[in-house]
Each structure stands twice: as structure tokens, then as C-alpha cells.
């Protein structure tokens, strides 16, 4: 594979205009309260049993605050408030387990929060029960979100006898101003030692998390970070865009917007970021997400057998996702929903032996057909007419004419090539995949505002 990303900065300025990441298609904006428990139960009973599952555990508790931070969490320093969590956490694994009998779990995937903020004791307690509810694959890919700084030197192993075998660790950056201003004091000792130390207990695959656009970042106080970072080796990197959103998300409202680096300077942060990591061999995934040409996010790039769900991209297509914990969501078959995103409300249900669906939204047709389309691209950077046609019964030039149509400027400016046969995405078009996959989506058009979404760089 070609692991060269073509820049050209005037096209990437032109372009950065804010959109979906598409974690989903339609994104988590249409899900809607009107889809109830009823509507889930009725879902999974009516789902391919021969599906394989990937199970999503949400943990959101964090003994600190991170200030970018956008995810759904409960900051305290109190590890007794696991304990009600995770018998809910449970409860709720219990209700759902039975109409799901027989389904094969080939991913499980622990997310946060901080899920080291669980004792080991704690996450084999969750892990063992978790197995004894559902039927695990004997090659599961478990993974999970590892704090360094919420770990003990027991954790590791612990989690490598419970059969985690893939994690990713959180760093954003390892300069100390940075870490600073953004609350989270993580020196690069501490996380080179984890990185070792999973290594060493057999992980098959390492993550590490950066955010490029925090404050008082800089080219060069970044290039350090990637220098550090290639010298560690991760398997995989996400390089992620910060999205200054203080109206939304209340953390982010500590961070001085005035010491966030300019629009032109993250442009240029990204710039070298990519080029010194494709230097040092890493993959050019797309969306963000870096790997070796070893890993099998990249495999399965050039197999055709990427995905892209909620935790980013994936290399089981064919699976079912079954959110359990606090506000996690779920796909199934044409449905996604979601839990209850308030800790209180989530405990009311489960408590009362309710489930805890909070919304959702079932996929008519043309949802399906939108959702594949912009999936493919996203995931392969090319797309082929017939297939689609083949699986919907259309004629793609006649069904999709106008978003054919708003091609031309992607065209002209050489982002992508159209042909009788399919859309081929180039490689100055990979870094503005969004913004191509934009052209698709039905309800991104009828948006009054686009200040809920992140830029597309």
C-alpha cells in the first residue's frame, strides 16, 4: 500500500469547513427518544443470529478532569462509586445476554473514561461474568483504553491472563506546558514504560492517542511529541483534530482560547505530523488514524475489510455492536441506539429492572444505501457503481444525480476522479475524505448550523 499522503495547503484551506466524522451514517443528531426499549427488544429478536457481536463496555468514571475532553464521564476519586456501577453494568448484561443466545462474541472493546479506573479485582469480576453471559470467539480481539497514571505494575498482566490482548493509550502530547494547560501531567517515562510493559506481556497491538490544536502547541513542540512517539512504535496512532466547543462540552471552557495555535498553524502541525509519520512507515488509514503495514487495521484496508463503527475504524465488518454502560450505543442490523447518557438515570432504569435505552433511529432505504456508499468511501477511497446498484436494485448515476452533480469542484481540483465505473478518491483527496462524504449525506444538508461538529481538518 501507497503510505504517502499528497498535501497541497491551499486545497486543505479551501476545504476545512466543520462536518461528521461519520463514525455512523446517519450520525447520533438523528437519533430520537421516540425509538424505546420496545423498539431495541424488537430489534434483536428480529436480528441475524449468525451475525458475530462486538461488545462495547463503557466505564466513565476519571479521578481528573482532562479540559479537552468531549466524552461522557464522571469525574471523582472515590473507586468505592465502581461498585453500583458495575452491578448495573452487569444487570443490564444479564437482560440482554438472553436475546442474543448462541451469537458469537469476536470483539470486545472497553472504553472510558478511564476503565483503569477499575481495580484489576474489579475488571476481572466484569471480564469473568461478561464470558459466562455470552459466547467469546476463542481468538477475540478484547481491547481496552489504559490510563498510565490510574494503573498499578499488576494491571498489565491482570489484564493479559483476562485475555486482553490490544489497548491503546491516551497521551494527546508530552510536552509539559501542554500537559499543563490542559490538565493532564502524563510524563513520556511513565507511558513508554506501559507501551513496553504491554509488549511484554504479549499485546498484539498498541494504540496511542495524540490531539493536535491544543494550547501553546507549536510545529516544533509537536514534532518532539511524533519524534518521542516513533521511538515508542505503536502499532497504530490516532492524531486527532481538538474541537474548541466550550458551548457544549463545560471542560473545555478552562482552556484560554487565546492560547490555542491559529487555524494555519494546526494546518501546519497536521502537515508535519503526517509527513514524519509516513517517513517512519505508518499507513495513512484515513480519518486521522495512522498504522504499520503490519497491523491489521492496514491488512484489512487492502483486503476491502475495513470498518468504520463508533471506536473508529475496524477490521470486523460483519459484526453486530452491543453497547453496554452509560450512554453507550449500539448498531444492530438497520438500528442504532443509545443508552441513558445521565449516570442517575442509567441506575433509575436498571435498578427498577428496566432497560435503559434512551433513543435511537431505524434506517429506511435510502439511509441504507447513503450509509454504504459514504462507509465504502471512507474506508477503501474508491467506490463502484455496480456493486451498489447490484445490492439495491438503482441505477447510481440516475438515484445519486445531483450529488453527482456537486462533484465538479472535487473533480476540477483533483480530489477525485469520476468515471462510468465508480469514484476513485486521490491521495490529496484522502485527507478531505469528509468533505467528499459530505456530498452523500441526505440530513447533513438540511443542517441549519454546523457548529456541533469539528472541523473537516
Known amino acids: 500500500m501507497n503510505?504517502?499522503?499528497h498535501w497541497d495547503r491551499a486545497l486543505i484551506e479551501k476545504y476545512s469547513i466543520s462536518g461528521p466524522r461519520y463514525t455512523s451514517y446517519p450520525t447520533a443528531l438523528q437519533f430520537d427518544e421516540s425509538f424505546t426499549s420496545s423498539n431495541m427488544i424488537e430489534v434483536l429478536n428480529s436480528s441475524d443470529k449468525s451475525k458475530p457481536i462486538s461488545l462495547y463496555v463503557h466505564i466513565p468514571f476519571c479521578e481528573n478532569i482532562c479540559y479537552y475532553c468531549a466524552c461522557n464521564k464522571v469525574i471523582t476519586k472515590d473507586r468505592s462509586k465502581a461498585a453500583h456501577y458495575i452491578e448495573a453494568l452487569l444487570k443490564e448484561a444479564e437482560q440482554i445476554a438472553p436475546l442474543l443466545a448462541g451469537r458469537l462474541v469476536t470483539q470486545m472493546h472497553w472504553g472510558g473514561g478511564t476503565p483503569t479506573f477499575l481495580t484489576n479485582e474489579e475488571i476481572k469480576q466484569v471480564t469473568d461474568r461478561l464470558k459466562e453471559l455470552f459466547k467469546f470467539s476463542e481468538k477475540s480481539e478484547i481491547s481496552i483504553e489504559i490510563d498510565p497514571r490510574s494503573m498499578d505494575r499488576k494491571t498489565l498482566p491482570a489484564l493479559a491472563k483476562l485475555g486482553f490482548n490490544r489497548l491503546s493509550l491516551g497521551v494527546q502530547d508530552f510536552n509539559p506546558k501542554v500537559q499543563k494547560a490542559v490538565n493532564r501531567i502524563q510524563p513520556y517515562e511513565m507511558t513508554r514504560k506501559a507501551l513496553l510493559d504491554a509488549r511484554k506481556y504479549g499485546f498484539e497491538s498498541i494504540n496511542v492517542d495524540l490531539i493536535y490544536g491544543l494550547p501553546f502547541q507549536s510545529v516544533e513542540t509537536f514534532e518532539e511529541t511524533i519524534r518521542q512517539v516513533i521511538e515508542m512504535a505503536p502499532d497504530r496512532l490516532s492524531v486527532f483534530n481538538y474541537a474548541h466547543l466550550p458551548h457544549r462540552f463545560k471542560p473545555q471552557r478552562r482552556i484560554n482560547a487565546d492560547e490555542l495555535p491559529t487555524a494555519s498553524e494546526k494546518i501546519a502541525i497536521l502537515e508535519m505530523t503526517i509527513k514524519k509519520l509516513t517517513e517512519a512507515g505508518y499507513v495513512y488509514i484515513g480519518m486521522d488514524h495512522f498504522a504499520l503495514?503490519?497491523?491489521?487495521?492496514t491488512l484489512a484496508q487492502e483486503n476491502g475489510d475495513l470498518h468504520r463503527n463508533f471506536q473508529g475504524y475496524t477490521t470486523n465488518a460483519d459484526c453486530d455492536l452491543i453497547g453496554l454502560g452509560v450512554s453507550s450505543i449500539s448498531k444492530v442490523s438497520d438500528s442504532y441506539y443509545q443508552n441513558d447518557r445521565d449516570l442517575k438515570t442509567y441506575y433509575a432504569h436498571i435498578d427498577n429492572n428496566e432497560y435503559a435505552t434512551w433513543r435511537g433511529y431505524e434506517l429506511t432505504e435510502d439511509d441504507k444505501i447513503r450509509r454504504d456508499v459514504i462507509m465504502h468511501l471512507i474506508?477503501?477511497?474508491?467506490?463502484?457503481?455496480?456493486t451498489v446498484e447490484k445490492r439495491y436494485g438503482i441505477v447510481f448515476s440516475d438515484y445519486f444525480k445531483d450529488e453527482l452533480d456537486s462533484f465538479d469542484d472535487i473533480v476540477s481540483d483533483g480530489l477525485a476522479e469520476?468515471?462510468?465505473?465508480?469514484?476513485?478518491?486521490?491521495?490529496?483527496?484522502?485527507?478531505?475524505?469528509?468533505?467528499?462524504?459530505?456530498?452523500?449525506?441526505?440530513?447533513?444538508?438540511?443542517?441549519?448550523?454546523?457548529?456541533?461538529?469539528?472541523?473537516?481538518?
Open 293 to 297: 503495514p503490519h497491523d491489521e487495521l
Open 3 to 5: 503510505n504517502q499522503v
Open 379 to 386: 474506508c477503501q477511497f474508491n467506490l463502484e457503481f455496480r
Open 418 to 457: 469520476i468515471t462510468a465505473e465508480g469514484i476513485r478518491v486521490s491521495q490529496a483527496g484522502r485527507l478531505l475524505i469528509r468533505n467528499i462524504c459530505m456530498i452523500f449525506d441526505q440530513h447533513f444538508k438540511q443542517l441549519k448550523s454546523m457548529t456541533i461538529y469539528s472541523a473537516a481538518i
